[in-house]
C-alpha cells in the first residue's frame, strides 16, 4: 500500500511539474514587451511552442526552430512559421542572407555554445535578446548537470560586454519554480531599444 502510495504521489508530482514547465516564463512575459509591435521574433530550440504561441498570440510574427519534428508538429498558429533544424551542425543553419536580421531572439532552456556569440549579430538595431537557461550550481538540483550545459557565472554579460549589447536587466539567480534550479537571464538591446519600459537591474 505504501508502495503504491508513493509510486501514486511521485507520478503526480512529475505531472505537476512537467504543467508547469509549460507555463510561460515570467522573465520572457515582463521583457517580450521591449520587442516592437509585430515584430520579427526568432525563437530558438523552441520545444513544444508555449513562447512561440505566447508571442504570437500578442501579435508577433515568430520563426520558431527546433530539431524534434513532433515538437514541432504541435504547433499551429497563423503567426508561427516552424523549421526543423539541428542548430548544433557543422554549419549555422540560420544566416542572415537567407533569414535576414530579427527584432528580437529568444532562447530559455537551451545552451550551445558554438553557436553562442553568432545571436547577437543577428539583430537588427534595437533588437531585443532574451536569454534564459541554466546556470553553474544546477547539479545541486538535478539536470542539466553537465557543464556544458550550464552557463558559467557571468557568463550572458559577457557576451552582451563583448558584443555592445545593451543590458536592460540581468539576473543570476536560484528559483524555486517551475522547478529549484540556478539560472542565469539576460534582457539586451543592439543599440538602443525602440520601446521603453520600466526595467530593474537584477544581481
Same mark, same amino acid.
Given at each position: 500500500m505504501c508502495a503504491r502510495l508513493w509510486a501514486s504521489t511521485l507520478i503526480?508530482? =512529475? @505531472?505537476? *511539474?512537467?504543467?508547469? $514547465? =509549460? @507555463? *510561460?516564463?515570467?522573465? $520572457? =512575459?515582463?521583457?517580450?514587451? $521591449?520587442? *516592437?509591435?509585430?515584430g520579427k521574433v526568432l525563437d530558438l530550440a523552441c520545444g513544444g511552442g508555449r513562447h512561440a504561441r505566447f508571442l504570437a498570440e500578442r501579435g508577433y510574427t515568430v520563426f520558431a526552430v527546433d530539431r524534434d519534428p513532433d515538437c514541432l508538429a504541435k504547433i499551429q498558429h497563423r503567426n508561427i512559421t516552424t523549421a526543423q533544424m539541428d542548430l548544433e551542425a557543422a554549419d549555422w543553419p540560420i544566416s542572415v542572407s537567407e533569414f535576414g536580421l530579427w527584432n528580437a531572439i529568444i532562447v530559455t532552456n537551451y545552451l550551445y555554445r558554438p553557436y553562442l556569440d553568432l545571436l547577437p549579430t543577428l539583430l537588427e538595431e534595437g533588437g531585443i535578446l532574451l536569454y534564459e537557461t541554466f546556470a553553474e550550481g544546477n547539479a545541486e538540483f538535478g539536470k542539466p548537470s553537465n557543464p556544458n550545459f550550464l552557463l558559467r557565472h557571468g557568463e550572458l554579460l559577457d557576451l552582451a560586454q563583448k558584443y555592445h549589447l545593451r543590458v536592460l536587466a540581468y539576473r543570476d539567480v536560484f528559483i524555486e519554480s517551475p522547478k529549484p534550479a540556478m539560472v542565469q537571464s539576460l534582457c539586451a538591446s543592439h543599440g538602443q531599444p525602440k520601446i521603453r519600459l520600466p526595467l530593474q537591474f537584477q544581481a
Open positions: 503526480n508530482f =512529475e @505531472v505537476a *511539474v512537467h504543467a508547469q $514547465l =509549460e @507555463v *510561460v516564463s515570467p522573465w $520572457l =512575459e515582463h521583457y517580450c514587451g $521591449l520587442i *516592437v509591435p509585430g
